[in-house]
């Protein structure tokens, strides 16, 4: 019997390259949640958008899965609601926290959310973020703009504001940004350039754009490893506890874990999202591997040995990657960090907004998504796009980082 493939499995399809020296209302580098978010909502808005995105689709993108009630009310105004249930996924009704201890409480999501499907989800990345970046290219191209996939930004394009020499590294905001320079096709592809007083950075913990404000323009630390951690995610099947697709998400602090966490997401109904996350410098200070720190616990710890007794990890799914946190920075004036500049605005990870006490960035990709958009439709400051960013998600950043301390 012929093996089906799934939907998002499947190659999406973005239309042609545009010219060289093509000039946008937009470009937003980086096709994730943010980044589609803020190309959607600009799209909408019918402004002319270059959406760029380096990976192909399909691709995955490595992640604790879940989707929270912050995210939902993007996933309705962009289109992909009714989408995202129609796909296999678990619905998520509380949170289960337990100590080191075996001390267990349960926070219940609010019931009228969970009744209107509105509560949260959890579905592979693989899924969520092809659903999301389809809708939102489809849009894209509807309003006039162009999406190119497998294409990697090498420079962002800076003048002196009014189309004289680019004043240089380090000078900051005498930098204005008017476009990048891209490699289409990898390593020795096609190399061109796009023109546009707006870009949006949303790709990611290393973003180019990110790169080109924080480090490049304004000389600032764009990775503080007391900020950042290390994540480390398996798939798993038939883990006990965790069927019917429809419950509790799970939060466990254990003793070989402390300050960080283990986690088991399901995200449909036999399969479960298990990982590990810790704060970077303490990893590298107590010299521990997260994989080693997953297998210890799966395998030996009382509790969980016996729930993995019968389970199996899907082959391929043991992946790291790095979580760059909201929390506020000592003695930094644009908190967490700066997240914009003439021309630029940075959204999600891009602008290290991740919450450090559940490690979730999509909602906060998603919000802030749609911020840059509406920043670029009203002809905000770079200022203002800063201050109202902290201004919506500082307070539960700084309360989450408490949380994790």
């Known amino acids: ?45 019918g402004k002319s958008v270059l959406l760029l995105e380096k990976g192909v689709w399909p691709r ?31 619905r998520v009704t509380g949170i289960k926290f337990s100590s080191p201890k075996g001390n267990t409480v349960r926070v219940a999501l609010p019931e009228e959310d969970v009744q209107r499907l509105e509560a949260g989800y959890a579905l592979p990345r693989i899924q969520f973020d092809h659903l999301l970046f389809d809708r939102c290219q489809h849009l894209v191209r509807e309003s006039g703009g162009m999406v190119i996939q497998d294409c990697a930004v090498k420079d962002v394009l800076f003048d002196d504001g009014n189309g004289g020499d680019d004043p240089g590294v380090g000078t900051g905001n005498l930098r204005h940004a008017h476009g990048v320079t891209v490699t289409i096709g990898g390593r020795g592809g096609e190399q061109r350039t796009y023109f546009s007083k707006e870009i949006v950075g949303a790709a990611g913990y290393q973003c180019p754009v990110a ?17 950042y951690c290390g994540g480390y995610r398996e798939y798993w099947r038939n883990v006990e506890g965790c069927s019917g697709g429809v419950g509790d998400i799970e ?6 874990i402390i300050p960080g966490y283990f986690w088991i997401f399901p995200v449909s ?32 710890h009382p509790i969980f040995k016996e729930r993995f007794a019968n389970s199996e990890m ?30 630029i605005r940075l959204v999600g990870d891009s602008a290290s907004l991740v919450d450090p006490f559940s490690g979730e960035g999509v909602g906060n990709a998603l919000v802030t998504g749609e911020l840059a958009a ?16 902290w201004a919506m998600l500082g307070p539960e950043l700084t309360n989450s980082y408490r949380m994790q301390k």
């Open 211 to 227: 790169k080109a404000v924080v480090k490049e323009s304004f000389s600032e630390e764009m990775v503080d490893n007391t900020h």
């Open 269 to 300: 109904e036999d399969v479960v999202n298990v990982g590990v996350g810790m704060v970077i410098n303490l990893l590298k200070k107590e010299k521990k591997k997260l994989k080693a720190l997953q297998k210890d616990v799966i395998e030996n």
């Open 60 to 90: 995955d993108k490595i992640c604790g899965d879940a989707v929270g009630g912050k995210s939902l009310s993007h996933v309705k105004a962009l289109g992909v609601k009714e989408a995202l249930e129609s796909s296999p996924h678990f």
């Open 374 to 389: 509406n920043h670029i439709l009203a002809g905000k400051s770079p200022e203002q796009y800063q201050e109202e960013m």
């Open 251 to 256: 939060i466990h602090f254990v003793d070989s």
């Open 1 to 45: 019997m012929a093996q089906t493939t799934s939907s998002w499995e499947l190659p999406i399809a973005t239309g042609e390259v545009p010219d060289d020296n093509s000039t946008f209302d937009a470009i937003v580098v980086g096709g994730g949640p943010g980044g589609s978010a803020a190309a959607g909502y600009l799209a909408m808005a």
């Open 314 to 343: 899907i082959k391929g799914s043991g992946k790291g990657w790095q979580l760059p946190f909201g929390s506020p920075r000592k003695k930094e004036k644009n908190q967490p960090r700066r997240a914009s500049m003439n021309g």
